[in-house]
C-alpha cells in the first residue's frame, strides 16, 4: 500500500489562496493515478481534481479555472494550488491514489469517483470564511 500525507489546509478569508501538498510513500517509479476530494460533515466524498498516470489531469466543475493540480519535481508529491476560494470550497480534503500490488498502475476510468481509488490519506482541513 501506499502511504499519503496530506498538509496545507488552514482558514482562510474567501477570495484568498491556499496550496495543499500530498506526498506518498514509499517511493514508487512509476506514474500512477492520483486525485483530490473533498468531504463536508454529512456529504459524500466530491471529486475535485485528479491526474492519471499519463498527466492528464480532469477538474470538477466547480473548481474549473480556480484550482490547479500539479506534479512535483520530486515525484512522490501532488499539489493543489486552490486560488479565488469560495466558502462552499471548505471541507476536509483528501489526497487518493490508484496503485496495484508491487507499485502497478491501475486503470482510472472515472477519474473524479471515490471508488476508482484504494489507497486515501487522512485529510487536511479547509476552512473558508466569507
Known amino acids: 500500500r501506499v502511504h499519503?500525507?496530506?498538509?496545507?489546509?488552514g482558514s482562510v478569508q474567501a477570495g484568498t489562496s491556499l496550496r495543499l501538498s500530498c506526498t506518498h510513500s514509499p517511493y514508487i517509479r512509476t506514474s500512477f493515478a492520483m486525485a483530490w476530494f473533498r468531504q463536508i460533515a454529512g456529504?459524500?466524498?466530491e471529486g475535485v481534481?485528479?491526474?492519471s498516470?499519463?498527466?492528464d489531469v480532469t477538474y470538477a466543475d466547480s473548481v474549473k479555472g480556480r484550482f490547479t493540480l500539479s506534479k512535483g519535481d520530486a515525484k512522490n508529491i501532488v499539489f493543489l494550488q486552490m486560488?479565488?476560494?469560495k466558502p462552499d470550497d471548505a471541507g476536509m480534503y483528501y489526497c487518493a491514489a490508484a496503485v496495484g500490488p508491487g507499485g502497478d498502475i491501475l486503470?482510472?476510468?472515472?477519474?473524479?469517483e471515490e471508488l476508482e481509488y484504494n489507497n486515501w490519506g487522512q485529510g487536511?482541513?479547509?476552512?473558508?470564511?466569507s
Open 4 to 9: 499519503l500525507v496530506e498538509s496545507g489546509g
Open 43 to 45: 456529504k459524500e466524498r
Open 49 to 51: 481534481a485528479a491526474i
Open 53 to 55: 498516470a499519463d498527466g
Open 83 to 85: 486560488d479565488s476560494l
Open 107 to 112: 486503470v482510472v476510468r472515472k477519474p473524479t
Open 124 to 129: 487536511t482541513q479547509v476552512t473558508v470564511s
